[in-house]
């Protein structure tokens, strides 16, 4: 019998709740462990090599992890892929709380890493299959917009953890709080529904109804990088790693940077919550528009506000701390260039767009974690260039201006695909509209 595959707004509304719940614990738990890193360092006498060794493991987990949940989205479903990835990550959360040295927390937090890497393109994909297609690029905004509240609350948490309990306890504390995906799989398991889209297309797989080329299909992970699809996978990996690569060029060394000038702990604290504020504002302006104008208007649009910002803050690098943030030319461009920041919101509804229904999670998931395990190498290489600049750590920032370009001319390779509509048995990779 055929799957229906009209949702009710309860439905809908659960799988947007998850989805937003999801991704913000997601960010929360890549950034709460570097806000309580220092006090980590002294309680397992962690040297500074091995703190990098574990942000970099668990990095190079989370990409692994986003190509094995991708695969299994598309084997047992958005939903099954989803419970494993927040167990997955929710149980190396908790134990990595109970470390006793760098090699015990090295091996957990490479677990964290892998469940991380799968809830995004789990959570996104099964979003997409679910929202109206006309709105697919504002509701991908409003989800992506939840990580600025995932890192406030890391922040926020963090300072607290740390100055209730002992210096022993306090990041443990911290680290636990990051296992509270496992209520949220409660809910994912009871109130949320599997993609129906999914679901028709694995009835009919069953009952042998596929169409010849479908049924004779590869694994979608090799699937992916055939025909059509090849195309649009390493222009997606090219989009990702090269916005990846500009976000982290510039948010990793900003705040030092900005203390190297004059400006108070209070003064970066408050610089935060304004960065983060205007860009989950920008995310739903920008994401509301380009439903109507289109995918890439909303990504390179805003990568040339990106382009823009880059520019102002080097030609401004020099100018110290003069008081106050209101007449500080380089926290207004900082601003400028984070609403830039907002391309990442047609991620998800783009390249679900662009694929068929037994492809989507592999390819999605795939591309968005690849592009940021690539992109994340921005930390390593602006040292570099900064120790060779005469503009010292302000010229090295610049490299991501050259990859806020590739993005930009990237995504006007890709066919525009806003409004498309989903239908269980399509072309192996969507076609120019």
Same mark, same amino acid.
Not at 89 to 100: D, E, H, K
Not at 272 to 294: E, K, M, P, Q, R
Not at 330 to 354: D, K, P, R
């Given at each position: ?45 962690? =040297? !500074?090599?091995?703190?990098?060794? @574990? $942000?970099?493991?668990? /990095?190079? %987990?989370?990409?692994?992890? &986003? ?36 090699? =015990? !927390?090295?091996?957990?937090?490479? @677990? $964290?890493?892998?469940? /991380?890497? %799968?809830?995004?393109?789990? &959570? ?36 607290? =953890? !740390? ?271």
């Amino acid at each position: 019998m055929q799957t229906s595959l009209i949702y009710s707004r309860k439905e809908k509304s659960s799988v947007l709740i998850s989805t937003l719940l999801g991704y913000g614990i997601d960010f929360y738990n890549i950034l709460i462990i570097s806000f309580i890193m220092g006090a980590i360092q002294k309680s397992l006498n962690i =040297s !500074l090599t091995e703190a990098g060794i @574990i $942000t970099t493991v668990t /990095l190079a %987990g989370s990409v692994v992890g &986003g190509v094995l949940f991708g695969w299994l989205g598309d084997r047992i479903g958005r939903k099954n892929s989803l419970l494993w990835t927040l167990g997955l990550f929710s149980v190396g959360a908790i134990l990595s709380a109970f470390s006793w040295d760098f090699n =015990s !927390l090295l091996v957990t937090r490479a @677990i $964290t890493g892998i469940g /991380l890497g %799968g809830e995004w393109g789990a &959570g996104i994909v099964l979003f997409n299959e679910v929202w109206d297609k006309n709105r697919r690029g504002f509701g991908s905004s409003v989800i992506q917009a939840a990580s600025t509240g995932g890192i406030a609350a890391a922040s926020i948490v963090a300072v607290w =953890s !740390l100055s209730t309990f002992s210096p022993d306890w306090g990041w443990r504390v911290a680290l636990l709080t990051g296992g509270a995906p496992i209520l949220l799989m409660v809910y994912v398991r009871f109130w949320m529904p599997e993609s129906k889209l999914w679901l028709e297309y694995e009835r009919m797989r069953a009952a042998g109804e596929l169409p010849p080329e479908k049924a004779m299909a590869a694994n979608p992970l090799i699937e992916i990088f055939k025909g059509a699809s090849l195309r649009y996978t390493l222009l997606g990996f090219l989009i990702v790693s090269g916005y990846m690569f500009a976000f982290y060029s510039i948010t990793v060394f900003m705040p030092g940077y900005m203390r190297n000038l004059g400006a108070a702990p209070e003064a970066i604290r408050t610089v935060t919550i304004v960065f983060s504020t205007g860009l989950a504002i920008a995310f739903l302006v920008f994401g509301w528009f380009t439903d109507s104008l289109g995918r890439k208007v909303g990504v390179v649009g805003p990568t040339i506000i990106s382009i823009i910002g880059f520019i102002g803050i080097y030609t401004t690098a020099g100018t110290n701390f003069p008081g106050s943030l209101l007449l500080w030319p380089l926290f207004g461009w900082y601003v400028l260039w984070g609403i830039g920041q907002t391309a990442a919101g047609m991620f998800g509804c783009w390249f679900s767009e662009l694929y068929p229904v037994e492809l989507r999670a592999s390819a999605v998931s795939t591309i968005y974690m690849v592009g940021r395990g690539i992109g994340s190498v921005a930390p390593f290489v602006v040292p570099v260039v900064a120790s060779n600049s005469a503009n010292g750590i302000a010229g090295g920032m610049m490299v991501g201006l050259a990859a806020a370009v590739i993005c930009a001319v990237a995504a006007l390779l890709l066919p525009e695909t806003a409004g498309r509509s989903f239908a269980v048995i399509e072309t192996k990779a969507r076609s120019a509209a």
